[in-house]
């Protein structure tokens, strides 16, 4: 739980109180007549951040079972009990859009990621490239930032995060592990073009669009070989991002409202 979260969310929680708006992402299963006993950090957010109390409305997910309304109960100093009442919303599925971009420092990937989960991305794939300057990323703090949007944006699953691996090996057993998936690569030496004209076009030319995933290079941009290797390859498409130059994580953001306004869910 993060301490921006806490100190936002804990100045209004009488109002949270009661109402429901408390979400949390959970594992255990979910259904009627079940209880969830909340974790460490759950418990003391719900007691101590937002003040809760015996008969306090909480929302829990799992990204299994929908939504599920629960109230506290067995309120102690140190723990407490959800006791689940009703499913307030069915199970949905993300986008089939996956993330792959190249780790930037802490505070930048921290808000990559949140927003990415925040346009639906449906997995989020760290890759280092020839110039990736982030030699390590913790991986549960990029779960944990995915777990957070997820619980404040309304979404019923929370993006799997992979483990970091070279482009050189993602790319090389691409069609082995991924199937029929294809690359949007955002790529910055690319001509100038409106980017929904080509969007547009990659949505209508040949088969069904199918499974996407969207490539995203590091703040020094991709080297002259990974680039001719992503132009040579018959399922990438390489795409213009407009006439300025855009930090990673922007770059991330404005990629994926586009692709989800022309060929993602934000066309229904």
Same mark, same amino acid.
């Given at each position: 739980?993060?301490?921006?979260?806490?100190?936002?969310?804990?100045?209004?929680?009488? $109002?949270?109180?009661?109402?429901?708006?408390?979400?949390?992402?959970?594992?255990?299963?979910?259904?009627?007549?079940?209880?969830?006993?909340?974790?460490?950090?759950?418990?003391?957010?719900?007691?101590?951040?937002?003040?809760?109390?015996?008969?306090?409305?909480?929302?829990?997910?799992?990204?299994?079972?929908?939504?599920?309304?629960?109230?506290?109960?067995?309120?102690?100093?140190? &723990?407490?009990?959800?006791?689940?009442?009703?499913?307030?919303?069915?199970?949905?599925?993300?986008?089939?859009? /996956?993330?792959?971009?190249?780790?930037?420092?802490?505070?930048?990937?921290?808000?990559?990621?949140?927003?990415?989960?925040?346009?639906?991305?449906?997995?989020?794939?760290?890759?280092?490239?020839?110039?990736?300057?982030?030699?390590?990323?913790?991986?549960?703090?990029?779960?944990?930032?995915?777990?957070?949007?997820?619980?404040?944006?309304?979404?019923?699953?929370?993006?799997?995060?992979?483990?970091?691996?070279?482009?050189?090996?993602?790319?090389? &057993? /691409?069609?082995?592990?991924?199937?029929?998936?294809?690359?949007?690569?955002?790529?910055?030496?690319?001509?100038?073009?409106?980017?929904?004209?080509?969007?547009?076009?990659?949505?209508?030319?040949?088969?069904?669009?199918?499974?996407?995933?969207?490539?995203?290079?590091?703040?020094?941009?991709?080297?002259?070989?990974?680039?001719?290797?992503?132009?040579?390859?018959?399922?990438?498409?390489?795409?213009?991002?407009?006439?300025?130059?855009?930090?990673?994580?922007?770059?991330?953001?404005?990629?994926?409202?586009?692709?989800?306004?022309?060929?993602? $869910? /934000?066309?229904?």
């Amino acid at each position: 739980m993060s301490k921006k979260r806490e100190s936002l969310e804990s100045q209004d929680s009488p $109002d949270h109180c009661g109402t429901g708006k408390v979400r949390l992402f959970v594992e255990p299963e979910l259904g009627e007549g079940l209880g969830v006993v909340p974790n460490r950090d759950q418990t003391h957010y719900l007691l101590n951040v937002m003040r809760m109390s015996d008969g306090d409305q909480v929302r829990l997910f799992n990204g299994r079972d929908g939504e599920w309304l629960g109230r506290l109960d067995e309120v102690k100093k140190r &723990s407490c009990l959800i006791a689940l009442e009703q499913k307030t919303r069915e199970q949905d599925a993300l986008p089939d859009i /996956w993330l792959l971009f190249a780790p930037v420092k802490r505070a930048r990937l921290d808000f990559m990621v949140q927003k990415a989960v925040e346009m639906g991305a449906g997995r989020l794939l760290p890759v280092n490239t020839a110039r990736t300057n982030v030699a390590r990323i913790k991986q549960d703090r990029l779960r944990a930032n995915a777990v957070e949007a997820a619980e404040q944006c309304g979404l019923l699953s929370v993006p799997e995060v992979e483990e970091p691996q070279s482009l050189e090996r993602l790319l090389g &057993s /691409w069609i082995e592990t991924m199937g029929n998936r294809r690359i949007i690569f955002c790529d910055e030496a690319a001509p100038q073009a409106s980017t929904l004209e080509q969007l547009q076009a990659l949505g209508t030319a040949g088969p069904q669009i199918g499974p996407l995933a969207i490539l995203i290079g590091p703040e020094g941009g991709f080297s002259p070989a990974e680039r001719n290797q992503l132009l040579a390859r018959e399922d990438t498409f390489a795409i213009s991002l407009g006439p300025r130059i855009m930090r990673a994580d922007t770059a991330a953001v404005a990629a994926l409202a586009a692709i989800q306004l022309v060929l993602g $869910d /934000w066309r229904s």
